[in-house]
T-cell receptor, first 113, second 109 residues
Framework: ETGVTQTPRHLVMGMTNKKSLKCEQH?????MYWYKQSAKKPLELMFV???????ENNSVPSRFSPECPNSSHLFLHLHTLQPEDSALYLC????????????FGQGTRLTVV | EDQVTQSPEALRLQEGESSSLNCSYT??????LFWYRQDPGKGPEFLFT???AGEEKEKERLKATLTKKESFLHITAPKPEDSATYLC??????????FGSGTQLTVLP
């Protein structure tokens, strides 16, 4: 266990559905991240939060909406996704932003049908 | 734009056969990098941080080194449980980390 917990581990959703991914970290870290990992591609940073404030939004489509209510919790709200959004979505946290190593959750395997 | 390149893409070794993985990147000034291990269907697991040229770190059968232009992950006498994809990313302190595509290592018994 890395101290970063993601739920659910697997999710199948239709293109008209609305769902949310949840991430919780028990490490006392101040920064949290959402990454997307597609087959045969490097990890892609989606969003960064430092002390609950969003500091990076990597040109992510608006059908992905992040929420960070406090330093320990991070959500990714999904709506009207496309099949090409199917991927492994990873949450990570680090003590002091990208200066320090990030610890990843186990990921949510998302399939859009 | 920073680019991180890992080689080889895939590596098959016999148990006990030592080898090295490479990570090179182009950045405006050397600032180190991170190494991770990723098992199928799981999130990356942090291994090492290297901050400056000449720095070395070890963990069990793994040893990471950093030069001015690239990093190596040396695997000594690997075992089947070392099979995984090894990722490098950097640099620490950048506005965004850039990840390489990884080296998929398979160690055969």
């Amino acid at each position: 266990e890395t101290g970063v917990t993601q739920t659910p581990r697997h999710l199948v959703m239709g293109m008209t559905n609305k769902k949310s991914l949840k991430c919780e970290q028990h490490l006392g870290h101040n920064a949290m991240y959402w990454y997307k990992q597609s087959a045969k591609k490097p990890l892609e940073l989606m969003f960064v939060y430092n002390f609950k404030e969003q500091t990076e939004n990597n040109s992510v489509p608006s059908r992905f909406s992040p929420e960070c209510p406090n330093s320990s919790h991070l959500f990714l709200h999904l709506h009207t996704l496309q099949p090409e959004d199917s991927a492994l979505y990873l949450c990570a946290s680090s003590l002091e932003g990208v200066e320090t190593e990030a610890f990843f959750g186990q990921g949510t395997r998302l399939t859009v049908v | 734009e920073d680019q991180v390149t890992q080689s080889p893409e895939a590596l098959r070794l016999q148990e006990g056969e030592s080898s090295s993985l490479n990570c090179s990147y182009t950045v405006s000034g050397l600032r180190g990098l991170f190494w991770y291990r990723q098992d199928p269907g799981k999130g990356p697991e942090f291994l090492f941080t290297l901050y400056s040229a000449g720095e070395e770190k070890e963990k069990e059968r793994l040893k990471a080194t950093l030069t001015k232009k690239e990093s190596f992950l040396h695997i000594t006498a690997p075992k089947p449980e070392d099979s995984a994809t090894y990722l490098c990313a950097g640099p620490p302190g950048a506005r965004q980390l850039t990840f390489g595509s990884g080296t998929q290592l398979t160690v055969l018994p």
